[in-house]
């Protein structure tokens, strides 16, 4: 049985369904949900796309979306693609404000990192905001963010990183 | 050889480059010189092994034989394996690692550059995707060699020694057959001879920021194209192939 129902009503049950890994952001407001289709079958098709090609959370979050929308006595069929290539440009404003909330920075305009050691971006501190930060490593808890610790406030944090 | 053929072969190369240069680094897992670089490398390894599976899920689609991603990655013998010998070189130091990573960073930003432009779509989308990650890889590793080359005397020898050691298998990256011309001719792959000295260039000013040296000699071993190996990948291999091979089809 395929109820009436329209694409906007889609995004809007997606937005329900949350990033395993950042819990804060939806995978709406992540940029990971890039289409929802109806198919020429009548089934709806949801495209997803990868931030990182290793990352372990793309199998739990085509499950959870089939599980929000089976909810709404919904078949879909998720389908992973790779083109175009998944961007932190694609964060919503909305998740950028929810991810310094959780205390997690969000990703700044940095400059191409193939020019090598020109890298003076500045991430302030999602805790006391203090710009006097310094990266501890490039690499961080998941493959989407880097290890920074606050100068002033010598906190640690996570910097979700730029991915242009 | 048909089309579909090199194409088969041409994946086959690029995904074992990443998956066995991924398993490698994977080794580091709880064992990195600090906590901040045990995170690094293993992040590495997945950014290289998730590219591994988006080329072996390509390569078995285009070979069309019923086999899958995990049986190319687990369930072929050693002569079956395509990736050059740099990757399969045993992690050594931390230092030797890193000199490995660079040396093969160095060289795949280049091809994933071109190979954007692939006229195969698949191929094209694979390193759009990729090279995003392998900036980050690059800078990591140039960076590391920099402060390792011109760090104290102990850490300058100990890369030296392995910039001299590993240098032997840098021709090899750019190593091309008939598998190469039939796809240069089809727009799918690149020619690797096109940037060999924009490569020369950009180790170079690397290693010399690191105070660092390339040997003047040029030995040079090849074979891994052919499925060759130095005896390194066997003992690789029984490690990643054991569950599988004890157990077949697990999953977990």
Same mark, same amino acid.
């Given at each position: 049985m395929t109820k009436d129902i329209t694409a906007e009503q889609i995004w809007d049950f997606l937005e329900d369904v949350k990033d395993p890994e950042v819990p804060v952001l939806t995978v709406v407001d992540l940029g990971v949900v890039r289409e929802v289709n109806k198919q020429k079958?009548?089934?709806?098709q949801i495209l997803i796309t990868p931030t990182y090609s290793g990352c372990p959370a793309?199998? &739990?979050i085509e499950e959870d979306i089939k599980e929000r929308l089976q909810k709404e006595e919904l078949e879909v069929d998720v389908?992973? &693609?790779?083109?175009?290539a998944w961007t932190t440009d694609w964060l919503s404003e909305e998740g950028k404000r929810k991810l310094e909330e959780y205390g997690i920075a969000p990703p700044q305009d940095e400059v191409d990192k193939s020019v090598l050691f020109g890298d003076k971006t500045i991430v302030p501190c999602p805790l006391c905001k203090s710009k006097n930060t310094k990266m501890v490593s490039q690499f961080g808890s998941t493959a989407c963010k880097a290890h920074y610790k606050c100068n002033d406030c010598l906190e640690p944090f996570d910097y979700f990183k730029c991915l242009k | 050889m048909t089309k579909q053929e090199a194409l088969f072969e041409y994946l086959l190369r690029?995904?074992?480059?990443t998956l066995i240069l991924g398993h490698r680094l994977s080794e580091w897992c709880g064992h990195g010189p600090i906590l901040e670089e045990d995170i690094a490398l293993t992040n590495l390894a997945l950014d290289l092994v998730g590219q591994a599976t988006e080329l072996y899920q390509y390569a078995a689609k285009v070979e069309d034989k019923g086999r899958d991603e995990d049986d190319l990655a687990f369930l072929?013998?050693?002569r079956e394996y395509k990736n050059v010998l740099l990757v399969e070189q045993t992690n050594g130091d931390f230092g030797k690692t890193i000199v490995r990573q660079f040396l093969f960073d160095h060289f795949q930003i280049l091809l994933y550059e071109r190979l954007?432009?692939?006229k195969d779509e698949q191929i094209a989308a694979i390193a759009a995707k990729s090279i995003k990650e392998v900036k980050y890889h690059l800078k990591?590793?140039?960076?590391?060699v920099i402060r390792l080359g011109d760090g104290t005397e102990e850490s300058h020898n100990r890369v030296q020694e392995s910039v001299t050691d590993l240098s032997r298998f840098i021709d090899e990256l750019f190593y091309q057959d008939e598998v190469d011309e039939l796809l240069i001719k089809e727009g799918v792959a690149c020619d690797t001879s096109e940037f060999r000295s924009t490569y020369d260039a950009n180790i170079k000013a690397v290693l010399d920021e690191a105070t660092l040296s390339l040997p003047k000699e040029k030995w040079q071993l090849d074979g891994g194209r052919k499925g060759i190996h130095s005896e390194h990948l066997g003992y690789l291999l029984a490690e990643l192939q054991y569950v599988q091979r004890t157990h077949p089809g697990m999953e977990w």
């Open positions: 079958n009548g089934r709806w793309m199998q &739990v389908k992973l &693609v790779l083109s175009p | 690029r995904a074992d480059d072929r013998l050693e954007m432009e692939s990591h590793s140039s960076e590391w």
